[in-house]
């Protein structure tokens, strides 16, 4: 099921996408309304409304997003890195997390934005110390993810803080699909329309359960909390009017454009 959370006439609200997912297919897509939230059971109320006709918001709202670097080998190697013995994470804030369609705001402290197309996990229920054959049940779905980052900060401030937190650099969406099996997933990233990355999520060096495994050794995860898997070869540079674009396979496109800030 694709869940989507959506603002119409001024309310918020979640809802279940149906209809065809085939690229370009969007404006026949309906969101059925959904009683109460996602995460515990819930009802479809059947009341029904074009997706055409409502503002699509990140599809959820995480207390945090915890990102994981050089996850897959050729990426590490086009920066000049080597892939870690562990896992490397750093957090992303909430004020970065945007939705499809949301600006991104290129931050004044850069001149070399650069796009990161990454597979998200989003985790549906308190844990903690999962072990590998419960990840599956603490996993509320997946979506797409750009880890918009400062690569020139990245460089000069030898820590990702400002680099990678800046507001705007966390798209998500545009919505969670629940029933996916993450292992070999096609993942797509084109600015303009011409393709820039192009992986599967096979390459990943650490697989969705390692890095929940490793993760929730450290903190506990919350309902709606995120996972960025990492990204593959080919992130480039981002200008201001550019249209960046995330398809996963079984999931769909996340699209923002690029403006200057104020």
Same mark, same amino acid.
């Given at each position: =099921?694709?869940i989507a959370r959506f603002?119409i006439?001024?309310?918020?609200?979640?809802?279940?996408?149906?209809?065809?997912s085939?690229?370009?297919?969007?404006?026949d897509?309906?969101?059925?309304?959904?009683?109460?939230?996602p995460?515990t059971?819930?009802e479809?109320?059947?009341?029904?409304?074009?997706?055409s006709?409502v503002r699509?918001?990140p599809p959820?709202?995480?207390?945090?997003?915890?990102?994981?670097?050089r996850n897959?080998?050729?990426?590490a190697?086009e920066?000049g890195?080597e892939?870690?013995e562990?896992?490397?994470a750093f957090f992303?804030?909430?004020t970065?997390?945007?939705?499809s369609?949301?600006?991104?705001?290129y931050?004044?402290?850069?001149?070399e934005?650069?796009?990161?197309?990454?597979?998200a996990v989003v985790?549906?229920? =308190?844990c903690?110390e999962v072990p590998?054959?419960?990840?599956?049940d603490?996993?509320f779905?997946?979506?797409?993810?750009?880890?918009?980052?400062?690569?020139?900060?990245?460089?000069?401030?030898?820590q990702w803080?400002?680099?990678?937190g800046?507001?705007?650099?966390?798209p998500?969406g545009?919505?969670?699909e629940?029933d996916?099996?993450?292992?070999?997933l096609?993942?797509?990233?084109t600015?303009?329309?011409e393709?820039?990355q192009?992986?599967?999520t096979?390459?990943m060096?650490?697989?969705?359960?390692?890095?929940?495994v490793h993760?929730?050794?450290? =903190?506990?995860?919350?309902?709606?909390?995120v996972?960025?898997t990492?990204?593959?070869?080919?992130?480039?540079?981002l200008?201001v009017?550019?249209?960046?674009?995330v398809?996963?396979e079984?999931?769909?496109?996340?699209t923002?454009?690029?403006i200057?800030?104020?």
């Amino acid at each position: =099921m694709r869940i989507a959370r959506f603002s119409i006439d001024g309310n918020v609200a979640f809802g279940a996408v149906e209809g065809g997912s085939a690229p370009g297919a969007e404006g026949d897509l309906v969101l059925d309304i959904i009683k109460g939230i996602p995460y515990t059971d819930f009802e479809l109320s059947g009341t029904k409304v074009p997706l055409s006709k409502v503002r699509l918001l990140p599809p959820v709202l995480p207390n945090k997003v915890v990102a994981i670097g050089r996850n897959y080998a050729e990426h590490a190697a086009e920066l000049g890195n080597e892939v870690p013995e562990v896992p490397v994470a750093f957090f992303k804030p909430t004020t970065s997390v945007i939705g499809s369609g949301d600006a991104i705001e290129y931050p004044p402290f850069s001149n070399e934005l650069h796009h990161e197309a990454e597979l998200a996990v989003v985790i549906g229920r =308190m844990c903690r110390e999962v072990p590998r054959e419960r990840v599956k049940d603490v996993v509320f779905g997946y979506t797409c993810a750009n880890d918009v980052t400062a690569r020139d900060a990245q460089r000069r401030e030898k820590q990702w803080a400002r680099a990678k937190g800046f507001d705007t650099s966390c798209p998500l969406g545009p919505w969670v699909e629940t029933d996916l099996d993450p292992g070999d997933l096609a993942i797509q990233c084109t600015v303009n329309g011409e393709q820039r990355q192009l992986g599967r999520t096979s390459d990943m060096v650490r697989s969705v359960e390692d890095l929940v495994v490793h993760i929730s050794e450290a =903190m506990t995860l919350l309902p709606g909390d995120v996972i960025l898997t990492g990204t593959p070869a080919g992130v480039g540079p981002l200008n201001v009017g550019d249209e960046v674009a995330v398809t996963i396979e079984g999931i769909g496109t996340l699209t923002n454009k690029v403006i200057k800030r104020g």
